[in-house]
């Protein structure tokens, strides 16, 4: 491992104050994390050690700045002229349902507000938490980073099952959610996976879209500046080609397949 997974603790995530929720930045006008514009909360740390991780500096549980959640209502608030009808606010990260027990009062003070919320998770923990902030999570968008148990390990340290669990899950519910794929060269391209990956999901009734996301060396400077070895430097984004050949299969299984 490049560099160590870490236990985690909710309560290390500061139990004496449930109103203080762990940061690491924050986007405004955000256009790529959901439908509409919305205001992006990345929260802070991750137990997924992703090899093609773009915000590495995210990943430690005991970074970030705490900031109040009442804060990030009225900035919610302050934006909400543009959001519209289909905007909102989505929390991503990191990984978002490490800090579940805060985000369960924050999406009902967004509710309150007329605001839409909506989860970028890799689906890490399933739980009574989870599922009570599921049931306040407008769209929920699922990063399924690959659909072997083995491949998915080698990927991100961690296997795949709580994932699954938590997709299942959410279709149980009847609530929206769009699935999320990277696309790796040599990682997360091989056909049979593609279709298996397809066939998974396929009769899913709450996946409204799947959105492709090709891999790219954006991140590779942060690995640098932190002083960490990038496990992908020689790795080259996918072709045009391949892109649509990852899109092709997946479209036998789903109606709307967006590349990113």
Known sequence: MYFPQQEYIDDSIDAHDPD???????????????????????????????LYCQ????????????????ELVEKA???KSYFSKKGGVTV??????????KLIPFFDRLHENGIHTCLDSN???LDSKTEQLLERTDLLLLDVKHINKEWHKK???LKNKTTLRVAEYRESTGKPMWLRYVLVPGWTDQEEYLHEWGQHFTSYKTIERVEIIPFHQLGKHKWEIMGLEY??????????????????IFRQYFKSVKIK
């Open 77 to 79: 608030l302050h934006q």
């Open 123 to 125: 689906g890490r923990v």
């Open 155 to 157: 990927l991100t340290g």
């Open 20 to 50: 203080l929720l762990r940061v690491h930045s924050i986007e405004t006008l955000g256009t790529h994390d959901g439908p509409g514009i919305r205001m992006v909360i990345f929260v802070q740390g991750c137990q997924f050690r992703c």
């Open 92 to 101: 991503s990260g990191g990984e978002p349902l490490l800090q579940r027990d």
């Open 55 to 70: 915000n590495p500096d995210t990943l430690d549980i005991h970074g970030g700045t705490f900031i109040p959640i009442e």
């Open 231 to 248: 496990p992908l430097a020689d790795t080259l984004p996918p072709t045009k080609e391949e892109i649509e050949k990852a899109a092709s």
